[in-house]
């Protein structure tokens, strides 16, 4: 009887459990903790408008913010800025509004002559500031909450150059910007502590953080830091980054092969966090110098690829790759198939007519891959392959990493090149929409359409010009797209609030114990 | 023996001299560039040229070699592209995990090998000579990488006992920075016991079958005090010229178990500082290795002394 009204008894409680909301059940956040997040290696530098590297990036948006950044959606989201900026009707001024009584991490308030010295750094330290300098006619702090740029022409990607992790736009105080940074002083949630090459960067948790006050939505809204101290470790051995995450040294590991899903999954202390979509393998071709110069060859080689098998090489199975020929996948803004439909239609028969029609007799191309990303190296074996079976010669140079760096910028030195990145959301981030970067794309169709892309500020019109340039790209081939791939990280179960992202951040993120 | 260590002393300065041009014609010939590497993937030609020229990097070559020959002949290594910080400073900084790994790896490495060497010799051609021959072609065919690996899904991931990879969080104390070395020394000291096996093997069979060795059994010594104090002694000298070699290339920096672990030591600062083409790091580094190489091989020579009244210099 008692057995009885004991099972009644926890039906009951079970019952009324399941009637709870299931917000409420949700782990409230709490403050504290240390998190140890393993990245792919050692930062080359903490200073993020230096850099391009991911991994300064997710680093250092800890530490230092920027104007705007990405809401859900990839919307762009003010963060020091407090609202949109106004844009005149031509497209050639922005004003921006900033926010006030925002606090550095050396206690000074920050004002426009701080971002306007920042931004003015910005635009000769960065690469991507370097680019956008050209463009602006000047930058003045016509109060000290407003900033105004005054551009020589429309252009529609400045925004997100102002909110990009990478080649950043980072706000600092007037008076600590030496180049090199000797100060790492920022106004995010987190503040430096210590750098210790090679073994760790700690923060610590920045307790006059002058926080947002507008809902959090992705890198946007509200930041509170929850954890007391993030460390950042580097692990560059991505079998030492899998056991870790498995004996639950590190609290988050990032950058892990996708095959190693397999043994992350059903594990008592960790959890995989598969990044569906997050970026193309990519092939890129001289456009401008030697055999690849030709588009007719360029396009024959598109035809000699077989991407499935490339991408089967790379990465071991459909689960960690889509076989999409759009450069953006379903769901973002710049979703288009325009045409895409020559994606992966693999033809030695007709690839070997192309390139003779185009003129193609022999020579040799030199196609520099590397093997410090394996998938690199797997799917540059598949297309040298392919390539070959279409009657290509190829010269598959295989090179450590910062020799492929060194030999892009010279022309004379390659026809194709291997690479890779994460799908970002604005469109002209990319390299090739820079015809001074290696691959030189430049034509009279490829400048008209891309200007038209630039200055267009309407987003759905912006979208539609984006197939035209995607039509474009798969026309005059200066790049070969080859699918997507899914990236994973894993955290430990104690760790709440982390959500994908290409450079995962840990404020609104706690620790259960 | 003062003349002979000034001697020394004054060979290992030609042999630094030729070290150096050695590794500043190297890092100069392998391509690379670290401007490239620090602005990434994207950068343009123009902003690698500009950099290199903040770096100093475009100065001619024979320039950059007497700036670099005069540095060092100062015991100035230069300042570090990448870390921001002097060279002497990023190797004064990695010389504790790299000083304790070799220490202990050795330690463990004379406790397998030393008495494997002898039991394996007494017992010539019996099952605990065969036993302690097999494990060590066994350990000596294993790579350090992949016995690492093994050990840490082992012992750190199913039974715990071990961290897997670092060298301590922020702040840990000099005992947890040890336990963060211990598994890593296990490996490189299984890999190295495998060396000294044999050779204490060799030696020892070769002292045992000498004269002064019968004559003490005849005398009816006992028959350790024949191994351990006649023969061990007298064998010692080959032993201890490899223990020394092992030494050495042990602090040059065991690169391959430092990467699989993680441990900030002085192999994993050159590997990075090679893929980074931090050119000042790769010369600081490997000369200081170089230098570590000849002084400990100095040091070996010079304790061949004590062991062996024989040995004059």
């Known amino acids: 009887m008692m057995r009885w009204v004991g099972s009644l008894l926890v039906a009951a409680a079970m019952a009324l459990a399941a009637t709870v909301p299931a917000a409420a059940q949700q782990p409230q956040p709490r403050q504290g903790g240390a998190l140890t997040i393993a990245t792919i290696g ?53 004003v921006i509004p900033l926010r006030t009584g925002v ?17 003015q750094r910005w635009m000769r330290v960065a690469v991507r500031g370097r680019t956008t300098a050209e463009i602006v006619e000047s930058m003045t702090a016509p109060s000290p909450t407003t900033i105004r740029i005054v551009l020589k022409q429309p252009y529609a990607p400045l925004m997100a150059l102002l909110s990009l992790q990478t080649s950043a736009a980072i706000i600092m105080p007037a008076n600590k910007q030496p180049t090199p940074l000797t100060e790492f002083i920022g106004t995010g949630p987190y503040r430096f502590r210590e750098r210790q090459p090679d073994r760790y960067v700690l923060l610590s948790r920045f307790e006059n953080y002058s926080a947002r006050s507008d809902a959090t939505n992705m890198y946007g809204g509200r930041r509170t830091a929850y954890i007391e101290e993030l460390r950042f470790v580097p692990v560059p051995n991505a079998a030492t980054r899998i056991e870790g995450a498995l004996s639950g040294q590190y609290g988050y590991v ?38 690849t110069a030709n588009p007719g060859i360029r396009r024959a080689i598109a035809m000699s690829l077989d991407v499935r098998d490339m991408l089967e090489a790379a990465f071991g199975g ?32 007709r690839a070997r007519a192309m390139a003779r029609e185009a003129g193609y007799n022999g020579q040799t191309i030199r196609f520099m891959t590397t093997q410090q990303f394996d998938f690199h190296y797997k799917m540059s074996l598949v297309a040298a392959e392919n390539m070959r079976a279409a009657g290509f010669t190829v010269d598959l140079q295989v090179l450590d990493w910062a020799t492929q ?22 469109p002209t981030l990319y390299s090739f929409f820079n015809s001074g970067a290696p691959g030189w794309w430049s034509t009279p169709t490829r400048n008209q359409v891309v200007s038209a892309f630039s200055s267009e500020s309407n987003p759905q019109r912006r979208a539609e010009i984006w197939g035209d340039v995607q039509r474009l790209i798969y026309s005059e081939v200066p790049i070969i797209k080859l699918g ?30 | 023996m003062r003349q002979y260590i000034l001697r020394r002393l004054g060979g290992m300065a030609i042999v630094m001299f030729v070290v150096a041009t050695i590794v500043f014609v190297i890092v100069r010939v392998i391509p690379g560039d670290p401007a490239a590497i620090m602005l990434g993937p994207d950068a343009t030609g123009a902003d690698i040229a500009a950099l290199r ?132 020394a296990i490996v490189l000291g299984l890999n190295s016991s495998a060396l000294i096996t044999r050779f204490t093997r060799a030696s020892m069979l070769d002292v045992l079958g000498e004269d002064y060795i019968r004559t003490g059994r005849s005398k009816g010594l006992g028959e350790p005090v024949v191994v351990m104090k006649h023969a061990l002694r007298n064998a010692l000298i080959p032993i201890l010229t490899v223990i020394g070699l092992t030494m050495a290339l042990l602090l040059g920096g065991a690169v391959v178990t ?38 400990v091989n100095l040091a070996i020579d010079l304790l061949y002394l004590l062991i062996d009244p024989r040995v004059r210099y």
Not at chain 1, 53 to 81: K, N, S
Not at chain 1, 330 to 347: C, I, K, L, M
Not at chain 1, 491 to 503: M, S, Y
Not at chain 2, 285 to 295: D, S, T
């Open chain 2, 53 to 184: 020229e903040r770096l100093g990097l475009n100065e001619p070559l024979p320039v950059q070699y007497a700036i670099f020959l005069a540095r060092t002949a100062v015991g100035d290594l230069g300042q570090s592209i990448f870390l921001n910080r002097p060279v002497l400073q990023a190797i004064a900084e990695r010389a504790e995990p790299t000083l304790c790994l070799t220490l202990i790896a050795i330690t463990i490495a004379l406790l397998i090998g030393l008495p494997a060497g002898i039991v394996s010799a007494v017992n010539r051609g019996r099952l605990a000579d065969q036993v302690a021959l097999a494990m060590a072609m066994l350990l000596a065919s294993m790579p350090a990488f992949w016995l690492g690996l093994i050990f840490i899904q082992r012992f750190s991931v199913d039974l715990g006992w071990f961290p897997v990879a670092g060298y301590g969080e922020p702040g840990a104390s000099f005992l947890e920075r040890m336990r963060h070395l211990l598994l890593p």
């Open chain 1, 42 to 94: 050692e930062p080359p530098t903490l200073d993020p408008m230096e850099s391009t590297a991911d991994v300064v990036g997710l680093i250092a948006q800890h530490v230092f913010e920027t104007l705007y950044t990405w809401g859900d959606g990839w919307r762009i989201v003010p963060l020091l800025a407090a609202s949109d900026p106004q844009i005149s009707a031509d497209g050639k001024e922005y």
């Open chain 1, 254 to 291: 990032d950058s892990l092969p996708v095959e190693s899903v397999a043994r992350l999954r059903g594990q008592q202390r960790v959890e995989p966090i598969v990044f569906p979509s997050f970026g193309w393998p990519l092939i890129f071709l001289n456009t401008r110098d030697g055999v």
């Open chain 2, 258 to 295: 430092e990467t699989v672990f993680s441990l900030p030591g002085v192999g994993n600062l050159v590997v990075s500082a090679v893929l980074r083409r931090d050119y000042p790091v790769i010369q600081g580094a490997l000369i200081v290795i170089a230098a570590l190489y000849v002084l």
């Open chain 1, 103 to 119: 606090r550095f991490h050396d206690g000074q308030e920050m004002t426009s002559a701080d971002v306007l010295a920042s931004l």
């Open chain 1, 405 to 426: 760096l060194q030999r892009r910028p010279d022309g004379a030195l390659w026809d194709m090149f291997f690479t890779h990145g994460p799908i970002l959301p604005e």
């Open chain 1, 318 to 349: 459909p689960d960690f790759y889509q076989l999409d020929g759009a450069y953006y996948p379903q769901g973002w803004q710049f979703h288009s198939t325009a045409g895409a439909e020559g994606f992966n239609r693999p033809d030695p028969a």
């Open chain 1, 484 to 513: 997507n791939f899914n990236a994973l990280a894993a955290r430990a179960r104690g760790l709440n609030g982390v959500q994908p992202a290409p450079w995962p951040f840990f404020w609104n993120a706690w620790l259960q114990n």
